[in-house]
């Protein structure tokens, strides 16, 4: 109930496409569905994040699409750039007054966009 | 917005020895402190959670005596990797996050840890 899974491990864009990433979860306690870059070498940093009250969020190039009903989230990258080239980490937490409570991540998505 | 700040960024060290990591919160109380390790092409696994004052909350098959776990105080806290063996060679992440914003994780830079 704790897993979060994420699709396509790796995906391959040309420069001004869009990167699609999906994810899904099971445990419906989940309330903070955020997503992540990390470039080699570094520590993860926030991109964006949502919660279930909303179906989408938008920042700039960056979407979140979120179905309560399926379970599922998605981050959407509009007209991909060389620079955004690395690992994406999609990830869910119970939140509110629980200080332990933690984040579970998905899987990863090495996205590579071409120039 | 919120800063952890993680040191070393790599080290070296020989077999056998003993390595700490620190993660400083800069301009935040770290109520909570998360310890991940990462494995190249891989995610991060959570290692162990510590509230500040009390013992660390280990995961699973993670040995308490090798990764010691220190959160004296609620802008740092510490990972020591003890008698490190060249399997401990990774890469150990901390997050930190304060009741004060409930959905907020703030990740340090990392340290690659490497034991020839």
């Known amino acids: 109930q704790q897993q979060v899974k994420q699709s396509p491990q790796s995906l391959i864009v040309q420069k001004g496409g869009i990167s699609i990433i999906n994810c899904a979860y099971e445990n419906t306690a989940f309330d903070y569905f955020p997503w992540y870059q990390q470039f080699p070498g570094k520590g993860p940093a926030l991109l964006i994040a949502i919660r279930p009250d909303v179906s989408e969020k938008k920042e700039g190039r960056f979407t979140i699409s979120f179905n309560k009903s399926a379970k599922q989230f998605s981050l959407h990258i509009m007209d991909s750039q060389p620079g955004d080239s690395a690992t994406y980490f999609c990830?869910?937490?119970?939140?509110?007054?629980?200080?332990?409570?933690?984040?579970?991540f998905g899987e990863g998505t090495q996205l590579t966009v071409n120039p | 917005g919120a800063v952890v700040s993680q040191h070393p960024s790599w080290v070296i060290c020989k077999s056998g020895t003993s390595v700490k990591i620190e993660c400083r919160s800069l301009?935040?109380?770290?109520?909570?402190m998360f310890w991940y390790r990462q494995f190249p092409k891989q995610s991060l696994m959570l290692m162990a959670t510590s509230n500040e004052g009390s013992k660390a909350t280990y995961e699973q098959g993670v040995e308490k005596d090798k990764f010691l776990i220190n959160h004296a105080s609620l802008t740092l806290s510490t990972l020591t990797v003890t008698s490190a063996h060249p399997e401990d060679s990774s890469f150990y992440i901390c997050?930190?996050?304060?009741?004060?914003?409930?959905?907020?994780?703030?990740f340090g830079s990392g340290t690659r840890l490497t034991v020839v």
């Open positions: 301009d935040f109380q770290a109520t909570t």
């Open positions: 997050s930190a996050r304060t009741l004060a914003d409930s959905y907020g994780y703030t």
């Open positions: 990830a869910a937490s119970r939140g509110g007054r629980t200080s332990g409570s933690r984040l579970t």
